[in-house]
């Protein structure tokens, strides 16, 4: 038999009794015969045919039940509920999935079908196409889950309404993501929330602290890993710096990476190309630089302000397959935040630089006068005492003061690549507590270096002068120092990679570093005051503030660390 042939069914009856067409019809179509209305839907219910002949007595019935099985069919599939309840409050029919809810879930969906049975049935008249009602939608909770319904009237052709039909569904996930993501969202607002009062009285690295500590909580509690980086693009270089960090290892921060899709991690492959990443199974997967120690899995999301990538946001697991797509929905708006945050840190740091440069041309401008008319008067004075050695001394004294005052405003005024009062201290001999120490100096502003350099020279230092963070770590490789003084924003090289490079070293290695009116780009000084840094000076600095930093950093007490010799010691024995 040729099964490819079009296939009929024929449903028994006295039609095909009286006119036996069977054998006819088995000449050119494979033809399935039964008795029963039964055998005939499970027949058609199994195998698709080309006709199907009956009776017309038997047609109707056949086809109601066949429309009857599918529509049964389909509602036994589908994913939500369905139930149909009378005005007695009587389910008369629910399909698989309404029948698998909770004796209380369905109660709770009774009672909903009848107040929503009462507000249909206070229409008065009948109800015509025009005036059906419209159907409505409730919520309701039982313990810890959500349902949500919607109740439809059953319009007889009386224009009665007698029935509802209710769809019910479950939306405990859907409100839990959306409760996630509300709570992300107002943890994102707390976190970008900078009021300036307060945190206009904490130094950049002090603000960072505070935005880093708020960052770690917030990770914590919302993405709930402990383990993450955030790194910031370097717009020069396109290299990501770390600025935050929280249980990842040394030697994973100090990897550079940089904003490119391929040969940078999975990392660069985000800053490049601004899409996030679920990094699986980081055994497995190419792109996997380096992380946690025992990391399984990551998520990276790109840091965004104004569509424009800043940095990335990585989040680390000890778990195979931790991270979902809700998850990096989840760190995408919570990244959102971060950059906003630290564009605001940035900001605020970059006005307070400014607000110093216009603040001290503003006092040179307004000193000038003032300090001019005092040495006039002074002049004019010592003209008239004549012969009066004591009161010209003193009148004398006041010119060289204000003259002192004039030189130290013209070095603020220069900015922060002077060391202020070098020239003064040129007569600076040798310190016994600093001969023979070997220190290394970093700075991109020859000015900074040289005068440094030379200062510590005359009190007995051997010093090696750097131009690059590059030339630093690699001087720091190769040579042992008693101590480091270096700059935070060079070029190839940043301040806390110096001292990370410094510590490879020696673990307990003093290291000083140095910033422009506090500004620190790469957040270097906060990392690295984590990590032990000595001390931070924000240039420009005094020539005593160089010597009480290297005293410092190197254990010496004042009272033992002379500078200038011209210096006479008060009764403590510190030189005024």
Same mark, same amino acid.
């Given at each position: 038999?040729?099964?490819?042939?079009?296939?009929?069914?024929?449903?028994?009856?006295?039609?095909?009794?009286?006119?036996?067409?069977?054998?006819?019809?088995?000449?050119?179509?494979?033809?399935?015969?039964?008795?029963?209305?039964?055998?005939?839907?499970?027949?058609?219910?199994?195998?698709?045919?080309?006709?199907?002949?009956?009776?017309?007595?038997?047609?109707?019935?056949?086809?109601?039940?066949?429309?009857?099985?599918?529509?049964?069919?389909?509602?036994?599939?589908?994913?939500?509920?369905?139930?149909?309840?009378?005005?007695?409050?009587?389910?008369?029919?629910?399909?698989?999935?309404?029948?698998?809810?909770?004796?209380?879930?369905?109660?709770?969906?009774?009672?909903?079908?009848?107040?929503?049975?009462?507000?249909?049935?206070?229409?008065?008249?009948?109800?015509?196409?025009?005036?059906?009602?419209?159907?409505?939608?409730?919520?309701?909770?039982?313990?810890?889950?959500?349902?949500?319904?919607?109740?439809?009237?059953?319009?007889?052709?009386?224009?009665?309404?007698?029935?509802?039909?209710?769809?019910?569904?479950?939306?405990?996930?859907?409100? $839990? =993501?959306?409760?996630?993501?509300?709570? &992300?969202?107002?943890?994102?607002?707390? %976190?970008? !929330?900078?009021?300036?009062? *307060? @945190?206009?009285?904490?130094?950049?690295?002090? $603000? =960072?602290?505070?935005?880093?500590?708020? &960052?770690?909580?917030?990770?914590?509690? %919302?993405? !709930?890993?402990?383990?993450? *980086? @955030?790194?910031?693009?370097?717009?020069?270089?396109?290299?990501?710096?770390?600025?935050?960090?929280?249980?990842?290892?040394?030697?994973? %921060?100090?990897?550079?990476?940089?904003?490119?899709?391929?040969?940078?991690?999975?990392?660069?492959?985000?800053?490049?190309?601004?899409?996030?990443?679920?990094?699986?199974?980081?055994?497995?997967?190419?792109?996997?630089?380096?992380?946690?120690?025992?990391?399984?899995?990551?998520?990276?999301?790109?840091?965004?302000?104004?569509?424009?990538?800043?940095?990335?946001?990585?989040?680390?697991?000890?778990?195979?397959?931790?991270?979902?797509?809700?998850?990096?929905?989840?760190?995408?708006?919570?990244?959102?935040?971060?950059?906003?945050?630290?564009?605001?840190?940035?900001?605020?740091?970059?006005?307070?630089?400014?607000?110093?440069?216009?603040?001290?041309?503003?006092?040179?401008?307004?000193?000038?006068?003032?300090?001019?008319?005092?040495?006039?008067?002074?002049?004019?004075?010592?003209?008239?005492?004549?012969?009066?050695?004591?009161?010209?001394?003193?009148?004398?004294?006041?010119?060289?003061?204000?003259?002192?005052?004039?030189?130290?405003?013209?070095?603020?005024?220069?900015?922060?690549?002077?060391?202020?009062?070098?020239?003064?201290?040129?007569?600076?001999?040798?310190?016994?507590?600093?001969?023979?120490?070997?220190?290394?100096?970093?700075?991109?502003?020859?000015?900074?270096?040289?005068?440094?350099?030379?200062?510590?020279?005359?009190?007995?230092?051997?010093?090696?002068?750097?131009?690059?963070?590059?030339?630093?770590?690699?001087?720091?490789?190769?040579?042992?120092?008693?101590?480091?003084?270096?700059?935070?924003?060079?070029?190839?090289?940043?301040?806390?990679?110096?001292?990370?490079?410094?510590?490879?070293?020696?673990?307990?290695?003093?290291?000083?570093?140095?910033?422009?009116?506090?500004?620190?780009?790469?957040?270097?000084?906060?990392?690295?005051?984590?990590?032990?840094?000595?001390?931070?000076?924000?240039?420009?600095?005094?020539?005593?503030?160089?010597?009480?930093?290297?005293?410092?950093?190197?254990?010496?007490?004042?009272?033992?660390?002379?500078?200038?010799?011209?210096?006479?010691?008060?009764?403590?024995?510190?030189?005024?």
């Amino acid at each position: 038999m040729d099964d490819s042939r079009p296939r009929i069914l024929i449903l028994a009856g006295n039609v095909t009794r009286d006119f036996p067409i069977t054998e006819d019809l088995r000449k050119s179509f494979h033809v399935d015969v039964f008795e029963e209305m039964d055998q005939a839907m499970a027949a058609l219910r199994t195998h698709s045919y080309h006709a199907v002949f009956a009776d017309v007595g038997d047609f109707l019935p056949l086809e109601r039940a066949l429309v009857g099985e599918k529509s049964s069919l389909v509602l036994n599939t589908i994913g939500e509920g369905v139930c149909i309840v009378d005005p007695g409050g009587q389910t008369t029919w629910s399909n698989k999935k309404m029948r698998s809810f909770t004796p209380a879930v369905s109660e709770h969906v009774r009672q909903v079908c009848m107040q929503a049975l009462s507000v249909f049935t206070t229409q008065s008249g009948p109800i015509t196409d025009v005036s059906i009602p419209r159907s409505k939608k409730y919520t309701f909770q039982v313990e810890d889950n959500y349902f949500e319904l919607i109740c439809s009237p059953v319009v007889m052709d009386t224009g009665e309404v007698q029935q509802v039909v209710a769809v019910v569904w479950d939306a405990t996930s859907g409100r $839990r =993501l959306q409760g996630k993501i509300d709570a &992300i969202d107002s943890a994102g607002r707390e %976190l970008a !929330r900078i009021e300036t009062e *307060a @945190v206009a009285k904490l130094s950049p690295s002090e $603000r =960072l602290g505070l935005l880093q500590e708020k &960052i770690i909580k917030y990770s914590k509690k %919302l993405m !709930r890993f402990d383990h993450f *980086a @955030v790194r910031l693009l370097d717009k020069r270089s396109s290299k990501l710096e770390v600025v935050i960090s929280e249980g990842l290892p040394s030697e994973a %921060l100090e990897i550079d990476l940089y904003a490119q899709p391929e040969g940078n991690g999975i990392s660069g492959y985000v800053a490049a190309t601004g899409r996030s990443y679920i990094c699986h199974d980081t055994e497995k997967d190419p792109r996997y630089v380096l992380g946690l120690r025992h990391c399984k899995s990551s998520l990276t999301v790109p840091l965004k302000l104004f569509d424009k990538v800043v940095g990335i946001y990585n989040i680390e697991s000890d778990e195979v397959g931790a991270f979902n797509e809700d998850d990096r929905q989840f760190a995408e708006i919570f990244g959102r935040y971060v950059g906003m945050a630290l564009n605001i840190l940035d900001l605020l740091v970059t006005e307070r630089c400014a607000i110093s440069g216009q603040i001290t041309e503003s006092v040179v401008q307004e000193m000038s006068q003032p300090m001019a008319d005092i040495v006039t008067e002074a002049r004019t004075l010592m003209e008239e005492y004549i012969g009066d050695d004591s009161m010209r001394g003193r009148l004398n004294r006041i010119v060289d003061n204000v003259e002192r005052i004039r030189d130290s405003v013209k070095h603020v005024a220069a900015g922060p690549n002077v060391v202020l009062g070098a020239k003064e201290h040129v007569s600076v001999g040798p310190d016994a507590n600093l001969k023979g120490k070997r220190v290394l100096v970093a700075d991109d502003e020859p000015n900074i270096r040289n005068a440094i350099s030379s200062i510590l020279r005359k009190a007995g230092c051997i010093v090696e002068v750097c131009k690059d963070g590059y030339e630093s770590c690699t001087m720091l490789e190769q040579d042992p120092f008693d101590l480091v003084i270096s700059d935070i924003k060079m070029p190839y090289r940043n301040g806390y990679e110096v001292f990370a490079a410094a510590r490879r070293q020696r673990e307990d290695m003093p290291v000083v570093l140095m910033t422009g009116f506090g500004y620190d780009p790469h957040h270097s000084i906060v990392r690295a005051s984590q990590d032990g840094l000595s001390s931070v000076m924000f240039k420009p600095f005094k020539v005593d503030q160089l010597f009480e930093e290297v005293y410092k950093a190197l254990g010496i007490k004042p009272v033992d660390a002379p500078t200038d010799p011209k210096q006479k010691p008060d009764a403590s024995g510190k030189r005024s």
